[in-house]
């Protein structure tokens, strides 16, 4: 058995027990979960706030690193001193939406990098984060956790990684929906790397069209816009020809 501090919603702390015969510590740190007995809640609550399960993280020295608390929806560990850590709202255990932060551990402090976007976080490596469907609409981009940042282009889509055969590297495709605002959309696929790197040519479900790139001299960026007003010339070109259309009525 070791202690743990859990402090409560007004500030008051307590000294806890916890059980220390199954920690599995990964990159130096270990998850800790804590569940409350009865004698405990008691203990700990203010009125009507008595959590029945606490969670925070530890080092090998078994000090504190993140807080306890029963907010922590989860908690993940990364190298180099680096955790996301999913949050609900202090007010309601099941309040939406869960708040996402990237928190890294640095001269003995707890430094929040990023707070990230809602939506489903999937880890594809060490320390890299797909983070999909955020912001209410088909949404796809690469999280850094080294980088501290977003390093890819924000995709619609991207579909699993799988290693592709001849160089060995971890490939996805990706997707890129543009569309005008009266309808007319083409979608964009390439494939990227686990660093968010296009590693092939764009091909256009529009056009039927290929483009390298790096031959090109522009990035994925002017692309989209250059496709976006090649189809917003294309819709003004078809509402000219439907005048034409109406013309000929006999």
Avoid: W
Avoid at 15 to 35: C, H, P, Q, T, W
Avoid at 66 to 94: G, K, T
Avoid at 218 to 233: A, G, H
């Amino acid at each position: 058995m070791f202690k743990i501090t859990y402090t409560n919603r007004f500030g008051k702390q307590f000294k806890l027990n916890a059980d220390d015969s199954n920690i599995e510590f990964k990159y130096g740190y270990a998850i800790i979960v804590k569940e409350l007995s009865e004698i405990e809640q008691k203990k700990v609550s203010f009125f009507n706030d008595s959590p029945s399960t606490i969670t925070g993280v530890i080092n090998e020295k078994y000090e504190t690193i993140i807080p306890f608390s029963s907010n922590n929806s989860s908690i993940e560990i990364f190298p180099n001193n680096n955790f996301i850590v999913s949050s609900n709202s202090l007010n309601d255990a099941f309040d939406f939406p869960i708040y996402y932060n990237h928190i890294r551990y640095v001269n003995n402090k707890l430094e929040t990098i990023n707070e990230l976007p809602e939506g489903k976080h999937q880890r594809i490596s060490e320390n890299r984060i797909l983070i999909t469907n955020y912001g209410f609409q088909n949404s796809a981009v690469i999280y850094g956790i080294d980088e501290g940042k977003y390093i890819s282009y924000e995709f619609s889509n991207i579909k699993k990684f799988e290693q592709e055969p001849i160089k060995k590297d971890s490939l996805a495709l990706a997707e890129k929906d543009v569309k005008t605002p009266n309808g007319l959309s083409t979608t964009l696929y390439c494939y990227i790397d686990l660093n968010g790197q296009i590693r092939s040519k764009i091909y256009n479900s529009f056009s039927g069209e290929y483009i390298d790139l790096e031959s090109s001299n522009i990035t994925f960026s002017n692309y989209v816009e250059q496709v976006k007003d090649k189809l917003l010339s294309k819709e003004e070109q078809n509402k000219n020809n439907l005048k034409r259309l109406k013309k000929t009525i006999k």
